[in-house]
Each structure stands twice: as structure tokens, then as C-alpha cells.
């Protein structure tokens, strides 16, 4: 999911000055996750917005609504459209992504309203639900089939494809931080585990960025929401989650 953090207050003041109507818009994904944009957060804002005399108008989205997903994310949008109309600005508690998707949506309903980030987005991070790191760079040629499944690209302060770069500390630290793993030491000690050693003697291909020419566009076959949430919900009954 999309790591991020809250900008600070005073930034996401500065947006809005002299704005008066503000819709503030959260996201019920990774926002959410990362207490940036559910809908305890959307109110909080809406009462420091409040206190600096703005009127507001707060769009939270429940769990696993993401906004950067239209099918889900419009439906808030349409049950809120004369808001987006009438407001002086949007501010949007979610990640890069999912502002630049309202603003899509938006703008396709000829609405063109000033639109502010409150987050800053910082990169895929896995696990939880305390801890996340940072596990990949969408870099659109996956390299981890050659490298035990740990991403260089993010984990190696160098991002080398070829490791370790000879300055791995006695402790299998990084050279560059001492306080992280040294990405390489990781892919040898796994490569042992695995039974493939061997692997290391490889010398990996540089890697092709050409295939992280931006923007990237992906066409799929859109999914079936409602078998979706359907089948989401025989899950969640199973887990006995009422
Ligand atoms: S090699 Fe690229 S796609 Fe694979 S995990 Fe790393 S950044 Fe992500
Ligand atoms: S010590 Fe390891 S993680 Fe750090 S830069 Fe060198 S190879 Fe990469």
C-alpha cells in the first residue's frame, strides 16, 4: 500500500488561505491505514479548519473504500457533488494518487476547483499493523526472481543489482546506515536457506528503467464490484467478523 505521512499543519494552511468553503475528502485505503485520511482524521481537520473560521464540508470514506478507485470512490463524489461545486477548495486527506483521481473525476464533470494534498506519499509499504516498510519502488521490471525476493532497488541504500558494493559492516549493517541490514548480507543469507547460493556468482543485467517511463498507463478488464464486495463479505462472515 501507499506509505505516507500528514504534511505539517501550517503547509496545508498556507493552501488554503483566503480560501473560504473547503471539502475535505479522505480515503478509506491505505489513508486510512496510515491514520492520514480515515474518517477520524477528516474530522479532526475539519475542526482545525473550523477554528480558523473556514466552513467545511467532510467526506470520510469507510474502510477499504479507496478513493483512488472510481467505481467505489464516485459514488461519495456524486452524493457530494454540489459540495465539490460550490466549495472554494478541496483538500484531500490521501495519497497523490488518489487527489489526482478526484481531480480526473472532477474536472470530467466540469469542475475545476483548487485542489490541495495533505499528505506526503512516500512509496509501497508492507506489513503492519504497526510497522511498514518500505518494499518497492513500482519500478515496472521486477527484479526480486534474482535476487531471493528482496527488492535491491529498495532495501540497498545503493540500489545495486549486483551486491554487496564491499563496504557491508562486520555486523551485516549497510555502509551507508548502520542501523539497517545490509540489502546484500539479507539476499546471501536467504540465497543459503533457499539451497541456491550458487546465484550469487551471478551478474545481474543493469536494470532496464526504461520501463519506469512515466506516466505508465495499465488497461484492464474492470472487475465485478458487487461479486466483490459479495465475496468480500462470505469472507468476513468466516472470520467471524460481524
Ligand atoms: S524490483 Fe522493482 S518491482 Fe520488484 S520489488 Fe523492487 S522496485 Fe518493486
Ligand atoms: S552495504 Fe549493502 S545495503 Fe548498504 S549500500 Fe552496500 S550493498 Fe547496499
Given at each position: 500500500m501507499m506509505g505516507q505521512i500528514r504534511k505539517p499543519i501550517e503547509e496545508i494552511l498556507s493552501y488554503l488561505d483566503g480560501k473560504k468553503k473547503i471539502v475535505i475528502m479522505g480515503c478509506g485505503g491505505c489513508a486510512t491505514i496510515f491514520h492520514t485520511g480515515g474518517i477520524k482524521q477528516v474530522k479532526e481537520m475539519g475542526e482545525i479548519l473550523r477554528k480558523e473560521g473556514k466552513e467545511v464540508v467532510e467526506i470520510g470514506l469507510p474502510f477499504a473504500v479507496f478513493c483512488c478507485y472510481l467505481p467505489m470512490s464516485s459514488m461519495m463524489i456524486e452524493r457530494h457533488i454540489e459540495d465539490f461545486k460550490n466549495c472554494d477548495a478541496v483538500l484531500m486527506m490521501s495519497c497523490g494518487d488518489g487527489l489526482q483521481t478526484v481531480r480526473r473525476y472532477l474536472e470530467s464533470k466540469n469542475i475545476f476547483k483548487p485542489i490541495y494534498p495533505s499528505n506526503n506519499a512516500l512509496g509501497f509499504f508492507g506489513e503492519g499493523p504497526k510497522e511498514f516498510i518500505e518494499k518497492c519502488?513500482?519500478?515496472?521490471?521486477?527484479?526480486l526472481g534474482k535476487t531471493a525476493g528482496i527488492c535491491p532497488l529498495t532495501q540497498c541504500a545503493k540500489g545495486l543489482?549486483?551486491?554487496?558494493?564491499?563496504?557491508?559492516?562486520?555486523?551485516?549493517?549497510?555502509?551507508?546506515?548502520?542501523?539497517?541490514?545490509c540489502a546484500w548480507y539479507l539476499i546471501y543469507k536467504r540465497l543459503q536457506e533457499t539451497g541456491e547460493?550458487?546465484?550469487?556468482k551471478r551478474i545481474n543485467e543493469p536494470h532496464k528503467w526504461s520501463k519506469a517511463t512515466r506516466p505508465r498507463k495499465l488497461e484492464v478488464e474492470p472487475i465485478d464490484l458487487h461479486e466483490k464486495l459479495k465475496e468480500t463479505k462470505k469472507v468476513i462472515e468466516s472470520l467471524g467478523i460481524k
Open positions: 519502488l513500482g519500478c515496472g521490471e521486477c527484479e543489482l549486483n551486491g554487496p558494493c564491499g563496504g557491508t559492516r562486520e555486523n551485516g549493517k549497510c555502509e551507508v546506515d548502520p542501523e539497517k541490514d547460493i550458487e546465484k550469487i
